[in-house]
């Protein structure tokens, strides 16, 4: 099987007496391009309005300038920070003909002083600097995001906005408990569906009912509680929805043959969030899966001192959460695979490591399984699958 390019270098030869470079400082007011074009021998650094006409007038402006000093330009490459913008500019660009590259923003190398000067101006001579190394094919000098389509961007909204609002039901099921209990009110419980019918007979240890203003802030809470948990189901019942129109078609195979492995594909949320964030990615190898994840180590070495700071998390936050307690329910849903052993031959006895530290090298193995089980049907050893339905 052939590898895909891990985009920290780039692979097309570079003739920068043909190519105009330019890279884009991209602001909420403005944007700052920086550009390097043959046969010109000024550095031209122009100030737009946020503007992707502008920005290609200014290309063609380049263009022009360089063809009018002798030269030929056969190649027009622009590259920006990933950020709040997200890719869309770099979609764009390219249905104009135009190479365009997404730097990974925690790849650019920047200077340790204590007080550096940071301008914009400063910013974008940096990323001219490292995109230009970049071209010429040296490792080490940034690291590129694959640009996905609008369809892959939108098939994550999903999940993401499910953790969004999951996280916005525990804040307000925890406001009204810590309001109870400022009345001296335990034990009640807002998250159960009958919880506005069993309000109005709460009583403080005095006897007395819930005071007026309290009382109607927990039924303004519970009907914010009722509207996210609606939500939340129309989120799951739509994907499901989705994934039973086209069962067979890219991501959603994926999904299902995850959610048939026992343990991992409680509701489908957990199958979908992996299938959408990493899996569905044409990633390298697996030390590539592991490390956009941010399960890989951070090692700490200088001269004889050798130490390890733990994990690297420079990778997918949510990919990582949910693959640390993917795997603590794959110790308790499949403990006769090949996994679970391997986790409870190292933290047996009295001599054995830390669980909550052995834990995650078990999701790093777990995420490398459930990778190579779909992409190639390669089944984990011992790992229990659901019948398949009639």
Not at 299 to 326: C, F, M, T, W, Y
Request: net charge positive.
């Amino acid at each position: 099987m052939s590898q895909p390019n891990d985009l920290s270098r780039s692979l097309t030869p570079f003739v920068q007496g043909t190519t105009l470079v330019a890279v884009i400082e991209l602001s909420l007011s403005s944007w700052l391009v920086a550009g390097a074009v043959p046969g010109v021998a000024r550095q031209p650094l122009k100030k737009l309005e946020p503007d992707e006409a502008q920005l290609l007038r200014l290309l063609q402006r380049w263009r022009d300038e360089a063809v009018r000093s002798g030269c030929t330009i056969e190649r027009i490459v622009v590259a920006y920070e990933a950020g709040r913008d997200g890719f869309w500019l770099a979609r764009w660009l390219r249905a104009h003909k135009i190479e365009a590259h997404v730097i990974h923003s925690t790849s650019v190398a920047v200077s340790r002083e204590h007080r550096r000067a940071k301008t914009d101006r400063l910013d974008t001579a940096m990323l001219l600097r490292v995109f230009m190394g970049w071209l010429r094919g040296e490792p080490g000098h940034c690291g590129m995001v694959a640009v996905p389509t609008i369809d892959e961007e939108d098939a994550k909204r999903p999940s993401r906005e499910r953790e969004s609002l999951v996280g916005e039901r525990t804040r307000i099921v925890n406001q009204m408990k810590a309001a109870l209990a400022r009345l001296g009110i335990r034990g009640f419980k807002p998250e159960l569906r009958r919880a506005p019918q069993k309000l109005d007979a709460l009583r403080t240890p005095e006897g007395l009912p819930i005071p007026p203003n309290t009382l109607d802030e927990i039924r303004r809470d519970l009907a914010r509680l009722a509207m996210v948990r609606e939500q939340i189901d129309g989120i799951e019942q739509a994907r499901l929805a989705r994934i039973e129109q086209a069962p067979e078609t890219g991501p959603n195979a994926m999904v299902r043959l995850l959610a048939g492995v026992v343990g991992v594909g409680v509701g489908v949320e957990t199958a979908d969030m992996l299938v959408q964030e990493v899996l569905s990615r044409n990633l390298r190898d697996r030390r590539a899966v592991a490390r956009y994840a941010g399960l890989t180590g951070s090692p700490d070495e200088s001269g004889s001192k050798r130490r390890e700071k733990g994990l690297a998390k420079s990778g997918n936050a949510r990919v990582r959460r949910g693959l640390i307690q993917l795997a603590w329910r794959f110790l308790l849903f499949q403990k006769d695979s090949a996994l679970a052993q391997w986790y409870r031959a190292r933290t047996g006895g009295a001599s054995g490591a830390r669980k909550t530290t052995m834990v995650v090298a078990l999701a790093r193995k777990l995420l490398i399984a459930l990778w190579r089980m779909v992409t190639t049907g390669e089944v984990p050893d011992g790992v229990r699958l659901r019948p398949v339905a009639a």
